[in-house]
């Protein structure tokens, strides 16, 4: 599932003008980096595609955290 989001998410980004970064994977997360002025923007496209990613009779949710290093994301 997570790389079918890692697939989808540049052109849903492109589409909605922004331009993050996708940094890294860990296990089930993606690590971007996102000007402040896209946060919200970025988080809203990334979790919609993410949340997207599959089509399973549970629903699958996505947490966002933000901050200046992985730990603070955390």
Do not use: Y
């Not at 993050?20 to 980096?33: G, K, S, T, Y």
């Amino acid at each position: 599932m997570i790389r079918r989001a890692m697939v989808a998410i540049p052109g849903a980004m492109a589409k909605a003008g922004l331009a993050a970064p996708m940094l890294l994977q860990v296990h089930d997360e993606l690590i971007f980096e996102v000007p402040e002025a896209e946060i919200d923007a970025t988080t809203a496209v990334v979790s919609q595609v993410m949340q997207g990613a599959a089509h399973l009779s549970v629903p699958l949710t996505v947490d966002v955290g933000i901050g200046d290093s992985w730990a603070e994301a955390h």
